[in-house]
């Protein structure tokens, strides 16, 4: 008689279930005791349980299209019950980029830095940080004081390893290192002044013997040597933490912890901040910025109720307005918050938060300072924030008490005018066109960067002490004036890095779809969804694909392009489409480097894939060419997806649909023949 095995009724080797995906596989004839023996170890297949994607700390954009037919990013709601109907002026788009969340990195453009007096390193320590460059040149990961000397300290990245240096000398070289990865380094020195180094999780090169004690002069993303900076870092750091212990390195699936020892803790928040309880300042140079590209990936899929979404101004004529309403404005004597999220980019004369019909307004200037207005009142604020980071700016009244924060911080303003003490006037017009982005009309004061959870609460100073930055998307609480979520966009990043504008006509359609509840449709005119930042990389490896679906596969003297990089001539820019039939990938100007040919009326799987040598493409899983001349892509420009927002190139827009578009940075993830995606793309990975 046959004996009952856990994974299999009558199989003398147990079938092991797949794990606990819905698209995992449990094989053969089960009974519910044998289910629950799987279902302990979380094997057992779960209905909605999405696999990870492992790689997926390294996706820079995962578009679904799913929604409802016609919608775009263009539309603008007001979540307060006032509902106000809001204008769009110029292009300004709505994203899933936000402050929310856990999992955040710094970036440095090669010329930026980061800065900070610690603690000093004598004794035992532990430096860690994870990190990616993104060139293979010399990148410079973080040095303590001067490098040229005894009590410097020096890591960084040359010829694809990673070496220690201080005292004008090489004291440890490693065997690793490679760019456009996430790596994991540490440095350590234990009770005997044995000082090792590690790259993810194993030691490198040689033990080097030091009782040094280094500078407390930290400068992260740039080498100082000799007295004078010599290098910087083009890439990421991530999670960098020192301690005054040796600890064991091993490389971390999670944002770091200010654990016991603890002495600093940055590069892991929406902004530039230590983390630790020393809460040692910060100092940037040039821009380096926070972003949302980080080693960890997300084990939580976007949601607009956890993450929200933002609102992206570009400085040149975007802005939002309410129609002139009465309706819950604060007026004399009322208690009252004004609130927001920003993320600025770039500074003029001065950058509107919002205004109230020249009333009143919150704005930022080029001289480093906040500026709050009301009808008799101005406060103004030194307070030099940083561009590219996240920065929550508050303003409340209680009791005619007027109290601003930053970043929950209660500050001590200079009043220009009015007073901040028995304060009654009028915050707004009694009848108030709200703008956002500008001020008093769409194109004065613009704005450019990110704003989000902007709310104006009447009757109810929300905040009157010091606070922790709301950690969660803002809701409408009791006489809620105004609350812009912006979380109405359509076509959003699933990897939360990009707000997409939709050009033109680009919008979600549910007439003809692969995955999920609908696709990108695009006209063929003019229309494209265009990133606010590069989402593929400039010369190291990348991956682009995406289901596509054509109406017309064009001419020879246009083209239905599902993604292009652009710059500020014609010459050079980066084109991957259709034309005459065929699946191209060229430079414009007519050299053609990639090609297959395709057809009208059915769904391909394109993929485009680059190893740091080789530019692959595949049609359907296949192979269909292969090119190692193609010339390195631009450094900082931005992405368009579906066609090419510039009067140039007007006529090469996609004519068709794309679904399940993914862009990955640092990674080739196909290289030979494979099977096509037969469900949706992950939205979250790698744990």
């Known amino acids: 008689m046959s004996k009952q095995y856990p994974g299999g009724l009558i199989t003398k080797s147990p079938v092991v279930p797949s794990g606990p995906y819905e698209d995992s596989s449990a094989s053969g004839i089960w009974t519910l005791d044998q289910q629950a023996y799987w279902r302990k170890l979380n ?186 900076i010599t290098g910087y870092l083009s890439g990421y750091i991530s999670n960098f933490r020192i301690l005054n212990v040796t600890s064991t390195p091993t490389v971390p699936t999670a944002p770091l912890t200010a654990i016991s020892g603890t002495t600093f803790l940055t590069c892991q928040s929406n902004r530039f901040i230590d983390n630790s309880a020393n809460n040692y300042t910060i100092t940037k140079t040039g821009t380096p910025s926070v972003q949302r590209f980080n080693p960890f990936g997300t084990s939580t899929a976007y949601s607009t109720s956890v993450i929200g979404g933002s609102a992206y101004y570009d400085s040149s004529g975007d802005s939002l307005s309410t129609p002139a309403s009465s309706a819950n404005n604060p007026q004399s004597g009322d208690d009252y918050t004004v609130e927001a999220w920003i993320y600025i980019t770039v500074v003029g004369g001065v950058t509107t938060i919002y205004s109230g019909n020249s009333v009143g307004y919150f704005a930022y200037r080029s001289a480093g300072r906040f500026e709050f207005v009301s009808s008799s009142l101005e406060l103004r604020l030194t307070f030099p924030v940083p561009l590219n980071q996240w920065c929550h700016a508050a303003v409340t009244r209680q009791s005619g008490t007027v109290r601003m924060f ?11 005018s009015g007073s901040a003490t028995g304060n009654t006037d009028t915050l707004v017009g009694a009848s108030t066109v709200y703008y956002f982005g500008s001020y008093t009309d769409s194109t004065s004061g613009p704005f450019g960067g990110y704003i989000s959870n902007f709310r104006i609460v009447k009757g109810t100073a929300v905040y ?32 939360m890095i990009n707000n997409l504008e939709t050009a033109g006509n680009a919008q979600i359609s549910t007439s003809v779809v692969k995955y999920g509840t609908g696709s990108m449709y695009f006209n063929g005119t003019n229309n494209c969804c265009l990133t606010t930042q590069s989402a593929m990389s400039s010369s190291g490896p990348f991956t682009f694909e995406c289901w596509a679906y054509w109406n017309d596969t064009g001419l020879s003297t246009d083209m239905g392009m599902l993604c292009s990089q652009y710059a500020s001539s014609q010459s050079g820019r980066m084109l991957f489409g259709s034309q005459s039939g065929a699946l191209v990938l ?22 485009w894939t680059f190893d740091g040598t080789t530019h692959r493409l595949f049609l359907n899983g296949t192979l269909a060419s292969s090119s190692t001349s193609v010339p390195a892509l631009y450094t900082g420009v931005n992405t368009s997806i579906g066609g090419q927002p510039d009067s140039l190139l007007a006529d090469y827009c996609l004519d068709g649909y794309m679904d399940e578009v993914r862009i990955t940075k640092g990674v080739a993830r196909y290289t030979a023949t494979f099977t096509p995606p037969t469900s949706a793309f992950p939205n979250i990975g790698p744990n």
């Open 406 to 416: 930053i970043n929950g911080a209660l500050t001590s303003p200079t009043v220009a």
């Open 586 to 607: 060229r430079v414009d100007g007519g050299t053609v480097y990639l090609t297959t040919s395709v057809s009208t009326g059915t769904w391909y799987f394109v993929a």
């Open 43 to 228: 094997q057992w297949p779960i209905a909605g349980s999405v696999q990870p994607d492992p790689q997926f700390n390294y996706v820079t954009m995962l578009l679904h299209g799913d929604g409802t037919n016609g919608a775009q990013n263009n539309t603008f709601l007001d979540s307060s019950t006032n509902n106000y109907t809001i204008t769009r002026y110029g292009n300004t788009t709505q994203g899933s980029f936000s402050p929310y969340g856990s999992n955040w990195s710094n970036y440095f453009d090669g010329s930026s830095y980061l800065s900070s007096t610690v603690t000093s390193l004598s004794g035992q320590f532990t430096i860690e940080f994870m990190y990616y460059s993104t060139t293979s040149g010399t990148n410079y990961g973080m040095t303590f004081g001067d490098s040229n000397t005894s009590t410097g300290l020096e890591i960084y990245q040359s010829g694809g390893v990673i070496k220690v240096y201080s005292n004008n000398a090489f004291q440890i070289t490693g065997t690793s290192g490679s760019s456009n990865s996430w790596i994991h380094v540490a440095l350590t020195r234990d009770g005997s002044n044995n000082i090792k180094l590690y790259v993810n999780g194993a030691q490198q090169g040689s033990t080097w013997v030091s009782s040094a004690t280094f500078s407390s002069t930290l400068q992260i993303g740039v080498e100082y040597y000799s007295a004078a």
């Open 464 to 495: 009157t002490a010091a606070f922790t930055p709301p950690t969660a998307p803002l809701t409408a609480v009791t006489n809620t004036a105004i609350l812009l979520n912006n979380i109405n966009g359509a076509i959003f990043d699933n990897a």
